[in-house]
T-cell receptor, first 110, second 113 residues
Framework: GDSVTQMEGPVTLSEEAFLTINCTYT??????LFWYVQYPGEGLQLLLK?????DKGSNKGFEATYRKETTSFHLEKGSVQVSDSAVYFC?????????FGQGTELSVKP | DAGVIQSPRHEVTEMGQEVTLRCKPI?????LFWYRQTMMRGLELLIYFNNNVPIDDSGMPEDRFSAKMPNASFSTLKIQPSEPRDSAVYFC???????????FGPGTRLTVL
């Protein structure tokens, strides 16, 4: 069945460091791909999305490119801030069902 | 827009009791989703509705769980009887359609003692 695999956390970085969170997927066809972010005690918020191969989603300095050849959708940010501390979820949408990775906790220290 | 509204935000109950979680989707959204989040299993889709009709309930764990959507602005998820292993955060989400961006509510944290 369809699945999403993320790098394990927690990831701890210093402020202004470069961030990469790896995400790979297994799916039939070409699903839409998403990154959601969950701040402590809150629900999930859509961070960015890509609907077809080679699309780049971007928002708030975060970017991810839909790579069909490597079935990946890695999340990157050039300079993280303390306020980026949260749990990040990679997900695919297959026929209306969102399938999530296990989540990666990011902690950014001042 | 108020976003997706869930109630209660926290629920503590004893094993064997009935629990009802409530969700009001964003006005105009046609699809509604119920998810469960646990440390062990992560985020799982329980059921989703399109135009108030249940489309896929394959994620509902067992017969103790039931969900209804009597109209476009309200849905419930009921657990009867509840068990300690049902303790989790339950999220409701809505979207314009099944393939569109899903907007999540703040969740209901359920603790079954």
């Amino acid at each position: 069945g369809d699945s999403v695999t993320q790098m394990e956390g927690p990831v701890t970085l210093s402020e202004e460091a470069f961030l990469t969170i790896n995400c790979t997927y297994t799916a039939t066809g070409y699903p839409s791909l998403f990154w959601y972010v969950q701040y402590p005690g809150e629900g999930l918020q859509l961070l960015l999305k890509a609907t077809k191969a080679d699309d780049k989603g971007s928002n708030k300095g975060f970017e991810a490119t839909y790579r069909k050849e490597t079935t990946s959708f890695h999340l990157e940010k050039g300079s993280v801030q303390v306020s980026d501390s949260a749990v990040y979820f990679c997900a695919l949408n297959q026929g209306g069902k969102l399938i999530f990775g296990q989540g990666t906790e990011l902690s950014v220290k001042p | 827009d108020a976003g997706v509204i869930q109630s209660p935000r926290h629920e503590v109950t004893e094993m064997g009791q009935e629990v009802t979680l409530r969700c009001k989707p964003i006005s105009g959204h046609n699809s509604l989703f119920w998810y469960r989040q646990t440390m062990m299993r992560g985020l799982e889709l329980l059921i989703y509705f399109n135009n108030n009709v249940p489309i896929d309930d394959s994620g509902m764990p067992e017969d103790r769980f039931s969900a209804k959507m009597p109209n476009a602005s309200f849905s419930t998820l009921k657990i009867q009887p509840s068990e300690p292993r049902d303790s989790a955060v339950y999220f409701c989400a809505s979207s314009l359609g099944p393939e569109n961006e899903q907007f999540f509510g703040p969740g209901t944290r359920l603790t079954v003692l």
